[in-house]
């Protein structure tokens, strides 16, 4: 039974899962520290001579890439219209929370927390780390609790967490000292508040919390940082409950011992804020079985056509109990990779694809250096550009007419033949000693984008000259893209260097167009650079994650096929103890897959075998049409939908909204 008085509920599970069970304009404050995915950037302990080294680890868990825009719906749907928001983070995400949150709060700013006692730089080769940045939102009426004039100032200062405060057992690179939670709980919350922290880590936000007497919901995945957690705010609990018997008073609204709840197992709820796992369902009139926190928090291998990364929202809740985990058409790996299963088979038709699975499976030595090899030229490429400011400057002359299209055309040519060991250099000798077509990639991409940029500008007005900057970068970057996927389509390459090969389309699938797979006559894949949105992307990020032990892990237990979908199930053959899940192509003209076509008569022998044949239980998201839907309506085939927007609408083969089905047979 749901107890109304309840002080605290902490939780050993996945937010993501969590959160969903939150009613709307429910909690007051939401104060937590997510991942900043600084682990790319560390160099691990630092070794000094003739003493133990200098820790300078960071975790496991920060080396996962944290998206904050997949955070926000939810934040928004389950913060009260008066409440706050606090986010810790560092630079490289403050911009992504900034640009995912500000536009939906009245008010959005930050704070700076100033470690007055931060790690010292033995090499005194740059600032030292002592500021730390907390994202902050909120609405007008928010709960904002200011004394006086000199507790409003955006600056917290304190030392860093340290001993006895900080845990050795287990240690956590990111534990805040209670006194700072403190006064950021004081400020943006009241006695009984509902405090939310998603990412829970020890549990110092609770403990402020309590001891300031707020109520506290948190959730943390890590099994042993929950298990510190769940410690320490027993200590509150137990240290309030004594000073009650002490005073010979107890007030049943603030007993914490008979309303609270702690779960590190199998979630039920006695919070009576949180909803009932009947919830998590999308058809509120159908209860389905759900595993209970089978989410494992990992991200897609790569960016795929149709990737169902959003989608997880309504699969994972309808999955059913299961041993081992199938998926046919495996895809970017979304779902693959989004759960946790005691054995996972994969399966692609497409053999490029696979041949990036098991490189990355198999820590591929060839693999990883052609890759960084090309994230090199990536950085390269900036390097080249800021280094020839006088491009800026001749577009210039042709913006005030001072030169034609001609001369334009006659300079950026004598440039490029001038400068071409340079521009050659951007790739290297790795990629330049193959069919080469970089110089006079840079020669058109930049003639055609000034051009181009002159005629926006008569029409509209001028470029600023960051827009300026950032057009010409994007013209260098996208004929390095049109060098590799060159390479990319080099049949010689695809014959004699497999592992190549594999770099260049992990490449084009980071860069394309927005993941797009197109291919002209000949049979080359043709879609054109991504542009100005792609030019900050590095791969280094996604391939530490690939590096990363809990990837690893999870491909230890799993088996890769590259076969046809029905051949590769009655292979692995899943059993009623297993689960298959199945993203087929879609039903439309534009249904392959890197040239692999999958018909009408294919689809018709998919829905044959998975009704007639197979004994796992599975689940089918797919695009509604008639003939799938008449395909799937059959006995013992549950049929539901929800809506999908795509990104983009390539070539108008997609509409930007349409109908999902989620078909299962249980």
């Known amino acids: 039974m749901k107890d109304p008085n309840w002080r605290r509920c902490i939780l050993c599970a996945d937010s993501r899962d969590v959160i969903k069970r939150i009613p709307d304009n429910s909690i007051d404050f939401i104060l937590t520290d997510p991942p900043y995915n600084l682990g790319q950037h560390s160099t691990g302990n630092i070794p000094l001579h003739g003493r133990s080294a200098m820790n300078n680890d960071v975790a496991e868990w920060d080396m996962i890439d944290f998206n904050p825009e997949e955070w926000t719906d939810e934040f928004i749907r389950i913060l009260k219209p008066t409440g706050n928001l606090f986010i810790f983070t560092s630079y490289n995400q403050l911009g992504r929370w900034y640009n995912a949150l500000d536009h939906r709060f009245d008010t959005s700013n930050f704070m700076i927390w100033h470690k007055t006692n931060p790690a010292p730089k033995i090499f005194k080769a740059g600032f030292l780390n002592s500021c730390e940045m907390i994202f902050t939102c909120w609405n007008k009426k928010h709960t904002w609790n200011f004394i006086s004039q000199s507790e409003m100032h955006n600056f917290i200062e304190s030392p860093i967490c340290m001993r006895p405060e900080r845990l050795n057992e287990p240690k956590h690179p990111a534990q805040k000292p209670i006194s700072i939670l403190k006064k950021m709980i004081q400020i943006a919350s009241n006695k009984d508040d509902i405090i939310f922290d998603p990412f829970m880590g020890v549990g110092s936000t609770g403990v402020a919390a309590l001891e300031l007497e707020r109520r506290f919901i948190g959730v943390e995945l890590d099994k042993s940082y929950f298990d510190a957690a769940k410690k320490r705010i027993n200590n509150v609990i137990d240290i309030h409950n004594n000073n009650q018997m002490n005073h010979h008073t107890v007030y049943k609204t603030n007993d914490y011992s008979e309303s609270s709840m702690i779960c590190d197992g199998n979630i039920s709820y006695q919070c009576s804020l949180l909803e009932s796992d009947a919830s998590f369902n999308t058809n509120q009139n159908e209860v389905i079985p759900t595993s209970v926190d089978i989410s494992s928090g990992l991200s897609p291998i790569v960016k795929w056509p149709g990737g169902k990364e959003k989608e997880l929202k309504y699969i994972i809740p309808n999955i059913p109990k299961f041993k081992r985990f199938f998926e046919p058409f495996v895809g970017g790996g979304s779902v693959f990779m989004g759960i946790l299963a005691s054995e996972y088979h994969i399966n692609d038709f497409s053999s490029e694809l696979i041949e990036v699975y098991n490189n990355i499976a198999t820590s591929d030595k060839d693999f990883f250096r052609y890759t960084e090899e090309m994230d090199k030229s990536w950085q390269n490429a900036v390097i080249f550009f800021i280094t020839h400011s006088e491009l800026v400057d001749i577009y210039i002359d042709y913006r005030k007419e001072q030169i034609g299209k001609n001369e334009l055309k006659t300079y950026i040519h004598s440039f490029c033949k001038n400068n071409e060991k340079e ?218 939908t929800f809506d999908k927007e795509y990104l983009v609408s390539f070539m108008n083969r997609n509409d930007k909204k349409v109908t999902h089905l989620l078909i299962t047979n249980y």
């Not at 005629?455 to 970057?477: F, G, M, R, S, Y």
């Not at 497999?498 to 389309?505: P, T, Y």
């Open 423 to 640: 521009i050659l250099a951007i790739i290297g000798e790795t990629f330049y000693k193959h069919s080469c077509i970089l110089v006079k990639e840079v020669e058109t991409n930049l003639f055609r984008k000034m051009v181009r940029m002159r005629e926006l500008e008569v029409q509209k007005h001028e470029l600023p000259e960051k827009d300026l900057n950032d057009n010409i970068e994007t013209a260098i970057k996208s004929a390095v893209y049109m060098n590799y996927r060159h390479l990319y389509n080099d049949k010689n390459i695809q014959s004699n260097n497999i592992k190549l090969h594999s770099a260049l389309f992990f490449f084009m699938r980071n860069y394309a167009y927005s993941g797009m797979f197109r291919y002209s006559s000949k049979g080359d894949f043709n879609v054109p650079y991504g542009g100005i949105a792609y030019n900050r992307k590095l791969m280094a990020k996604k391939l530490s994650y690939y590096r990363s032990k809990p990837l690893l892990a999870h491909f230890a237990s799993t088996k890769i096929y590259n076969l046809d979908f029905e051949v590769f199930l009655k292979t692995a053959q899943p059993n009623e103890d297993d689960f298959v899940f199945l993203d087929p192509p879609y039903d439309s003209e534009f249904s392959t897959y890197a040239q692999n076509a999958f018909t009408k008569d294919d689809q018709e022998r998919l829905a044959n075998y998975m009704i007639n044949e197979c004994k796992a239980k599975w689940m089918m998201v797919i695009k509604n049409t008639d003939f799938i839907y008449n395909l799937y309506n059959k006995k013992g085939v549950n049929i539901r």
